[in-house]
């Protein structure tokens, strides 16, 4: 499956090499030279996937990330670096990165990647309608997550306020082998 590609690199050599790769694999792909160029791309148009280094001037990449997620862009980011760490790694990944690969990149893995994020992205059906993406509703209270605000905290679930204990589960000592109650102290 073929898509629309976003690579996002401040080293030309590597977004320009990137770009040609993924077009010779049939990838409309455009590019972007720092995270700020990227974010005035996503909104103006529609990608199936941004391809983003990590170390940028001005905005790292995963500040890049936590601004198009709370903007509500939902497309998926597959995260590169020539730093790359576990650290950075996971924390890139809770930012809301899809996936986390290292410099220098084996094409192979590349396009590997690549494929397999277009491919799990909801609307990669064949002869699926154009989805909206992003969080359809803008206000504040769409925005809230538990993570960010205190007051959006679920209510707890229906289970826990009505569970019983069952007649089979009292095992205390005190039950008599008879299979009796427990003895009460007076």
Known sequence: MKGHILVVDDDRTFRLSTIALLGEEGHDVDGAGSAAEAIESIERGRYDLVVMDLRMPGLSGIDGVEILRKRGEGVPVLMISGFGTVDTAVRALHTGVDDFLTKPVEPEVLLERVASLIQR???????????????VGRSEVMKRTPSTDPRSEPAAPSWSRTARPSPRASSSPSSSATGEGPSRAR
């Open 121 to 135: 992205r909801p609307d990669a059906k064949e002869g699926a309608e154009e989805s909206p993406g992003g969080i």
